[in-house]
């Protein structure tokens, strides 16, 4: 069985549980278990809504942040984080920008 390649794949979880309830119903006529484990799949491997996310805060990246983000990197010790603040964007997208994951106009590479 192939593992995804972050986190857990609840859906593909959900989707071979149910495979193995059938197959126990029809193979050996088990259906106090397989339906036990389809309950398991409809109650506890699921995700309820949270609802609406929050409004990002971040401003969107130009070629102006990015520049003046390398700019701070270069010349000064500031962490990450500070410079983030100081050009109110995320601290990953300095990161992104520190290891040239980022072009210069802000755009993932």
Partial sequence: MKRPKYGSDIPEARLQLRGIA???RADHGLDDIAWEI???????LTRKYSGRQAPATSVPLDADIVQGVQHYLKTTDKSQQEIAAIFNIN???????????RDATGKVK
């Fill in 22 to 24: 059938s197959r126990l």
């Fill in 38 to 44: 389809e309950a398991i799949t409809d109650s506890l």
């Fill in 91 to 101: 601290a990953g997208r300095v990161s992104e920008i520190a290891n040239r994951l």
